[in-house]
Structures are given as C-alpha cells and as structure tokens.
C-alpha cells in the first residue's frame, strides 16, 4: 500500500485532517478489497460487483492514476530553461 501512496508514510502531509481522510480511505480500501477477494459484503457478490469493488479498491488504493489523466502531474520542460532558472 505504500508503494501506491506515500502520504501513509505521512510524507507530504500538511494538517491533521489530511492524515485522517488519507486514514480513512486507506481503511476503506482495504475493506473493499476484502470483500473483493472473498467474493462476500453484506451477501454474496455477483460477478460484477466483484469487479467494480476492485476498481473501486484500485481507486482508494491510487487516486493519483485518475487525478493523472485529468491534470498531468509533471510539467515537461527544455533542458535550457532549467539551467537558465538554477543559474539565476
């Protein structure tokens, strides 16, 4: 799980309730997941509901990959404005 999102690490955490929501969806995803891999929530699960608890575990687990498609999350730069930036 930590390879998927570091903030359970707490790095990158700036306030108190970060930490909880970064807690509780970590919580969430792993209930997900086990009821997932069991094949069993509240009853038994159909063979559709196991595939959408598992994109909905891979969602908790990584939120970063949706937010990624939307938003890039590098900013591709030359090689001289980066120079030009650490020269100055």
Known sequence: ???FNT???M???DSWWHLALTVISAVIA????SAATQGWWFTKN?????VLLLALTFTF???GFWWDMVYPAKVLSPGVEI??????
Not at 30 to 33: E, H
Not at 46 to 50: A, V, Y
Not at 83 to 88: L, M, S
């Open 46 to 50: 159909k063979w559709w509901e196991t």
């Open 11 to 13: 790095m990158g955490i």
């Open 7 to 9: 903030q359970l690490l």
């Open 1 to 3: 799980m930590f390879i």
């Open 61 to 63: 687990f990584r939120p």
């Open 83 to 88: 120079a030009q930036v650490t020269e100055t």
């Open 30 to 33: 792993m209930l997900i997941f």
